[in-house]
């Protein structure tokens, strides 16, 4: 009688064997994986780089001493990115100043003013002119260019153009040194307060 209850409660305990299915070897889970990647911008290398703008002061004519007529320059920032929406480019313009500090005598200057606009980035450009005093004082100027509203790569094109002296007076002479400087990055956003 023993052997008759044994396979009963058998059968009871395990009904899915007793119809003929079959236990499974295998399980499956799900294991997340993520990763983030940062917010980032990056200016092409400038080509060319440094620029010489050669003689500054026209050495013959009847503009002997004067800013001499410049050609725009042009240089290339290829291959410039940001990998994020709403970014925009700023440019910081500084005349080119005498490197010798001496105070420039009536009817000298010992700046020379000009316009620093960075395109292909958004719409518009974002154009700053420097408006340096004869003397040098308050050589800089900074603007902001639109704000891109995609993730974008681009060769951004700096043009430097419209050469003047203040007053258009007679340059000093030395050596004259300016900077532009292209920033790449977030928007900036306009605080408010309450």
């Known amino acids: 009688m023993k052997r008759l209850i044994l396979p009963l409660l058998a059968a009871i305990a395990l009904p899915g064997i007793a119809h003929g299915q079959a236990a499974t070897n295998t399980a499956t889970g799900d294991v997340a994986v993520g990763g983030n990647v940062a917010q980032l911008c990056m200016l092409g290398t400038p080509t060319p780089a440094p620029v010489d703008l ?12 004067r800013i001499a007529v410049i050609a725009p320059r042009t240089v290339m920032l290829a291959g410039s990115f940001c990998n994020f929406a709403g970014s925009a480019i700023t440019v910081t313009a500084t005349a080119l100043v005498n490197t010798d500090a001496t105070p420039a005598p009536a009817g000298f200057a010992r700046a020379v003013n000009y316009t620093a606009a960075v395109t292909n980035w958004a719409s518009g450009a974002a154009t700053a002119t420097t408006g340096a005093t004869a003397g040098g004082g308050t050589p800089s100027a900074s603007s902001v260019g639109a704000t891109q509203g995609a993730p974008r790569i681009a060769d951004l094109t700096v043009n430097l153009s419209n050469f003047t002296a203040p007053s258009d007076a007679l340059l000093t002479a030395g050596s004259y040194s300016g900077l532009v400087i292209v920033t790449l990055g ?9």
């Open 186 to 194: 977030p928007a900036p956003t306009s605080g408010g307060g309450l």
């Open 54 to 65: 050669g003689q500054l002061a026209t050495t013959s004519g009847t503009r002997v001493g």
